[in-house]
């Protein structure tokens, strides 16, 4: 079992299921859909993702900035990237439905970047990690640092005579890509830490993990202004 895995979460995985609602749990399941039999990723991991991020939607910052904010931090270019909507009038990086289904689609394109060579758009090839489960770290380390600065890490990992489909091999490598110290640290902890919040959710959590299995459910941007209201508890953005 790898190190990651027998760490403990500290109790939030519990903290975080109290908060997870039918809606919540329903947005997230629909989203694992975007998923499928070549990852190793599921509604889980969308759970875990969704706990480090923003803690279960306690810590999004504020509507409308460019930097990384709602459920899953996305930050402006990206949200937009993936149909979201980002003004300080209508920002649906703060509706669940929508940041979900963003997250997933981003999550299964890192994938898809890592599971063959694949040309990034700085002239740095990704280096194929055939492994799924290998891979879910190297997913997790580049939705964090970026899929660049990962491909940059394994290409100077490979240079080092390393492999560069082992991400214990690869993150070692990530200062010598651009990072940081501290950033480089964050990225170490963050992949470990959310593979340690999906193992402890895979146990306790009631989400659907077959999820993925099931026909997909699309969820689009359904209009450019209005205004928010809150109906039981959650904000909901009413079309003008």
């Given at each position: 079992m790898p190190n990651e895995t027998k760490e403990k979460s500290e109790g939030w995985v519990d903290q975080?299921?109290?908060k997870e609602t039918e809606h919540t749990q329903t947005a997230l399941e629909n989203?694992?859909?975007?998923?499928d039999d070549n990852d190793d990723l599921t509604v889980n991991t969308l759970e875990a993702l969704y706990g480090k991020e923003s803690s279960f939607g306690t810590m999004q910052k504020n509507r409308g900035i460019e930097e990384a904010?709602?459920?899953f931090q996305f930050r402006k270019p990206t949200a937009e990237e993936y149909?979201?909507?980002v003004s300080k009038g209508n920002d649906t990086r703060f509706d669940?439905?929508?940041a979900s289904s963003a997250a997933a689609r981003y999550l299964k394109d890192i994938d898809n970047v890592f599971s063959?060579?694949?040309?990034?758009v700085k002239g740095r090839d990704t280096i194929p990690v055939k492994d799924p489960s290998e891979r879910k770290k190297f997913v997790l380390g580049a939705y964090n640092t970026g899929q660049g600065r990962v491909a940059s890490a394994q290409y100077l990992t490979e240079q080092a005579g390393?492999?560069?489909a082992?991400?214990?091999d690869v993150k070692g490598f990530l200062e010598a890509a651009g990072d940081s110290k501290e950033k480089a640290d964050e990225v170490r902890d963050y992949v470990e830490k959310v593979l340690v919040f999906e193992l402890e959710f895979a146990k306790k959590s009631p989400a659907d993990k077959k999820a993925k299995a099931k026909e997909g459910k699309e969820v689009t941007c359904r209009c450019s202004s209005g205004h928010w209201v809150t109906i039981d508890d959650r904000p909901v953005f009413m079309c003008d």
């Amino acid at each position: 079992m790898p190190n990651e895995t027998k760490e403990k979460s500290e109790g939030w995985v519990d903290q975080w299921l109290e908060k997870e609602t039918e809606h919540t749990q329903t947005a997230l399941e629909n989203a694992s859909k975007y998923f499928d039999d070549n990852d190793d990723l599921t509604v889980n991991t969308l759970e875990a993702l969704y706990g480090k991020e923003s803690s279960f939607g306690t810590m999004q910052k504020n509507r409308g900035i460019e930097e990384a904010a709602g459920h899953f931090q996305f930050r402006k270019p990206t949200a937009e990237e993936y149909g979201l909507i980002v003004s300080k009038g209508n920002d649906t990086r703060f509706d669940i439905d929508y940041a979900s289904s963003a997250a997933a689609r981003y999550l299964k394109d890192i994938d898809n970047v890592f599971s063959r060579k694949t040309t990034l758009v700085k002239g740095r090839d990704t280096i194929p990690v055939k492994d799924p489960s290998e891979r879910k770290k190297f997913v997790l380390g580049a939705y964090n640092t970026g899929q660049g600065r990962v491909a940059s890490a394994q290409y100077l990992t490979e240079q080092a005579g390393k492999n560069p489909a082992i991400w214990d091999d690869v993150k070692g490598f990530l200062e010598a890509a651009g990072d940081s110290k501290e950033k480089a640290d964050e990225v170490r902890d963050y992949v470990e830490k959310v593979l340690v919040f999906e193992l402890e959710f895979a146990k306790k959590s009631p989400a659907d993990k077959k999820a993925k299995a099931k026909e997909g459910k699309e969820v689009t941007c359904r209009c450019s202004s209005g205004h928010w209201v809150t109906i039981d508890d959650r904000p909901v953005f009413m079309c003008d």
